[in-house]
């Protein structure tokens, strides 16, 4: 008769979080490492991602990552982002951020997008037999998407993995805000890519609104290009501050905002929604991918629908997208004329971070049983 194996369920598990680069600035990962699920301990030769960005060191690796898979692109643009996790330490699990795994041993994936399966994803014949193989592989147990659009997009080019993914969304502390401030009113933008994110739309806004509204000001966190500084430098109630790391945002810009006015016409997710959340900061934003899913429209923020005519060569222009401009400024006026909204909408983001779909907490316990059915425990 054989004897049935004993696990220790006390026993931490011991993860391996594998990144595709050996640099990682992504904020997702900051908080994970940072506040791990109770019971387990993770590994990386990447330690705490986000926590203090090199600004620098980033424009390196933005230019590294964007040349080699240049290269990849001319030479196989079917190539899968897959590792072969070689560690010291001892590991019963692999967490693969935002990449696929080689290792015949259990692990989990977790993907902003389909995209992220290819080391350099073209829109053109992608080859998905050799990524399929890898996911239909015994040892992955687990694709997290961060959000249900992520999912469905996923599922749309991989029907056939409906049992393995799930939806984890970005958790994040609550933070804590600065009192005080009387009457004012501050609009903040924050992006490492302006014109990417909408910032020469969000400046407009704030110019207008600031010459408006003796109380509202508007703060530009971004690595603005000189030309629209020009246009903008006579407005002295716009300030702008340039790109800052991702401490100095989260200690001094966040809890001073009152309203984050975010554009971006192609984020695919958007970690500084949710941040904003966090701190209690109202979004508004525009209709795309996932934001539904992160800004609960009239109750946390804002999303502007777009016109059925709209593409997002006009995110360089002001010309076809005046009416996307209009719409955003009203949302953020109706901020800043009625406090007893801006407050409603303060309570509901910290509430969504704290009991809903963005706690730390609640995620933490998710992720915990997903690698506990990973090892079959």
């Known amino acids: 008769m054989k004897k049935k194996l004993r696990v220790n369920v006390n026993k931490k598990i011991k993860v391996y979080m594998q990144f595709p680069w050996r640099f990682c ?18 590994f990386s030769k990447v330690k705490s991602p986000g926590n203090t960005i090199n600004l620098g060191k980033l424009k390196i690796n933005n230019w590294i990552k964007h040349n080699v898979k240049k290269i990849i692109k001319k030479i196989d ?16 699990l692999i967490h693969c951020a935002h990449c696929l795994s080689l290792n015949r041993v259990p692990w989990i994936a977790d993907i902003e997008h389909v995209g992220q399966f290819w080391a350099a ?27 249900e659009w992520g999912k469905n997009k996923t599922l749309k080019s991989f029907p056939e993995l409906k049992s393995k993914i799930d939806v984890l969304h970005y958790a994040i502390p609550p933070q804590e805000r600065k009192k005080g401030g009387g009457d004012k009113i501050i609009i903040t933008f924050i992006s490492r890519r302006f014109y990417f994110k909408g910032g020469l739309h969000a400046v407009e806004i704030m110019d207008r609104l600031t010459k408006k509204y003796s109380n509202v000001e508007g703060l530009v966190v971004s690595d603005t ?24 945002i989260m200690k001094d810009v966040f809890p001073k905002t009152n309203i984050f006015l975010y554009p971006s ?7 500084l929604m949710v941040e904003s959340l966090a701190f209690g900061v109202p979004v508004v934003t525009v209709e795309g991918q996932c934001r539904r899913e992160i800004i609960n429209d009239g109750k946390t923020g804002y999303v502007v629908p777009l016109p059925e005519n709209w593409n997002c060569d006009l995110m360089y222009k002001f010309e076809g997208s005046s009416v996307v401009l209009g719409e955003m400024e009203k949302r953020v006026e109706v901020l800043i004329k009625n406090k007893k909204l801006l407050k409603m909408m303060s309570r509901e983001g910290i509430r969504e971070i704290k009991e809903g779909k963005f706690s730390l907490k609640n995620n933490n316990k998710k992720l915990t049983r997903i690698y506990e059915e990973a090892l079959g425990r």
């Open 225 to 248: 290009p000189k030309k629209v500084l020009d246009r903008y430098v006579k407005n002295k109630k716009i300030i702008f501050s340039g790109l800052q790391p991702y401490d100095k």
């Open 77 to 92: 643009a079917s190539l899968p982002n897959a590792h072969l996790t070689r560690a010291s330490q001892k590991y019963d």
């Open 121 to 147: 994803p073209s829109k053109k014949n992608l080859n998905k037999k050799r990524i399929r193989k890898i996911l239909n592989s015994p040892y992955c147990k687990k694709i997290l998407v961060w959000s």
């Open 265 to 271: 016409y192609t984020d695919t997710y958007g970690f």
């Open 25 to 42: 600035d992504s904020n997702y990962y900051k908080h994970l490492l940072d506040c791990p699920p109770e019971g387990i301990q993770y």
